[in-house]
């Protein structure tokens, strides 16, 4: 169900070839926003945006780099004139992102750039435009990893943080001209990519223990995205929303 929360505003969904950034552009344009969408997968975000017409544009952008960044901005206010909500998205999974001792500096540093820095630039370049458009909404993607470590993935969960606090920083010293910053912290969400990761006795086994009795969809994730990214959340900045159904059941004592 689409309630047009986001009718007149630009929007730019970094990653958006993937299995959420995808669901929310697609319920972004539903919404009645125009939304730019960049990813490194540039046949990927052609091929969302190909669904979406007219009020969709597709970028093949790296936000590891500024000048990309820059571009995405530049495209937003030359297709659509102005931009009102940046939702920094894009991720990088890197295979060798293990323990405290193990992890390579190479991947720290890969992981420091496409989570925090991707999302320094996005501030950088995005609210200067959003002044100009009266005010703006970032909505910048965490993970449980950020606070509920597991046995591996140290650099993604420690970046993952980073970008909380980043957010907060954001929310605290723009608001008095209008811009809101939030943070959406998805548990497991079943996409494509992660699909691939698990057995499906596995994935059994993760709705099996769910509060919510199964796991989160792509598109659970993507309506709080969007609610963050609408006027709905006039009031509502600097916050971390959690979307893990509730976690884990509790054992019984
Ligand atoms: N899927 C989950 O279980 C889960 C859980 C918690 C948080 N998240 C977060 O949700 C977000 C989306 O994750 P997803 O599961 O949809 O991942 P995904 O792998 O399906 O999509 C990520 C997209 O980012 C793009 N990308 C990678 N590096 C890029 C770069 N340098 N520049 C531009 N684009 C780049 C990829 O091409 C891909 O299309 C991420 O921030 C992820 O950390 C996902």
């Known amino acids: 169900m689409t309630r047009d929360r986001l009718r007149g505003k630009v929007a730019i969904v970094t990653g958006a070839a993937g299995g959420i950034g995808s669901a929310t552009a697609r319920l972004f344009v539903a919404e009645g926003a125009s939304v730019v969408l960049a990813d490194l997968d540039g046949a990927g975000a052609r091929r969302v945006a190909g669904e979406l017409g007219a009020a969709a544009a597709a970028i093949e952008a790296d936000v590891t780099r500024e000048s990309d960044v820059a571009g995405l901005v530049a495209l937003a206010l030359s297709k659509f004139g102005r931009l009102d909500v940046l939702h920094n998205n894009a991720v990088t999974a890197f295979p060798d992102d293990g323990d405290p001792v193990g992890t390579p500096n190479a991947v720290w540093q890969q992981t420091f750039e496409v989570v925090v820095m991707a999302a320094v630039y996005g501030c950088r370049h995005a609210i200067p435009a959003m002044l100009r458009s009266g005010g703006g909404s970032i909505v910048t993607m965490s993970s449980g990893a950020a606070h509920h470590p597991t046995g591996s993935r140290i650099a993604y969960g420690t970046c993952k943080a980073a970008i909380e606090t980043l957010s907060a920083y954001t929310a605290s010293m723009y608001g008095v001209q209008g811009i809101r910053s939030n943070v959406v ?69």
Do not use: C, I, M, N
């Open 185 to 253: 912290s998805p548990g497991f969400v079943l996409t494509p990519a992660t699909r691939g990761l698990f057995d499906e006795g596995q994935l059994a086994a993760f709705s099996a223990t769910a509060a919510a009795g199964r796991v989160a969809t792509p598109q659970d994730v993507a309506q709080v995205v969007a609610y963050l990214a609408s006027d709905d959340a006039a009031y509502v900045s600097g916050q971390v929303v959690k979307v893990d159904g509730g976690g884990a059941r509790g054992l019984k004592w």
